[in-house]
């Protein structure tokens, strides 16, 4: 695809879903993906242009609610510059 051509997401991230089968307790998510500055703003030419994806913006503080309702106790996240 060509730059201008993304697809945002499909699926809009608020309010976030239950999840069907819940994490057990103390679980640890450690794997997803953070495409924002500590402003919440995605770097856009940071991403790949060939992307067929726009991911939303959002914060911490949507991350940490994501993983709440999610029901993750923790979460490992490396800030990559």
Same mark, same amino acid.
């Given at each position: 695809?060509? $730059? !201008?051509? +993304? *697809?945002? #997401? %499909?699926?809009?991230?608020?309010?976030?879903? =239950?999840?069907?089968?819940?994490?057990?307790? !103390? =679980?640890?998510?450690? +794997?997803? +993906? &953070?495409?924002?500055? $500590? /402003? !919440?703003? &995605? /770097?856009? =030419? $940071?991403?790949?242009? #060939?992307? &067929?994806?726009?991911?939303? %913006?959002? !914060?911490?503080?949507?991350? %940490?609610?994501? +993983? /709440? *309702?999610?029901?993750? =106790? *923790?979460?490992?996240?490396?800030? &990559?510059?």
């Amino acid at each position: 695809m060509t $730059a !201008g051509r +993304h *697809r945002p #997401a %499909e699926t809009p991230i608020w309010p976030p879903k =239950a999840p069907r089968f819940p994490p057990p307790p !103390g =679980a640890w998510d450690c +794997h997803f +993906h &953070v495409f924002t500055g $500590a /402003d !919440g703003r &995605v /770097d856009r =030419a $940071a991403l790949s242009p #060939a992307r &067929v994806y726009d991911p939303p %913006e959002c !914060g911490l503080a949507e991350i %940490e609610c994501l +993983h /709440d *309702r999610l029901g993750f =106790a *923790r979460i490992a996240l490396l800030s &990559v510059p």
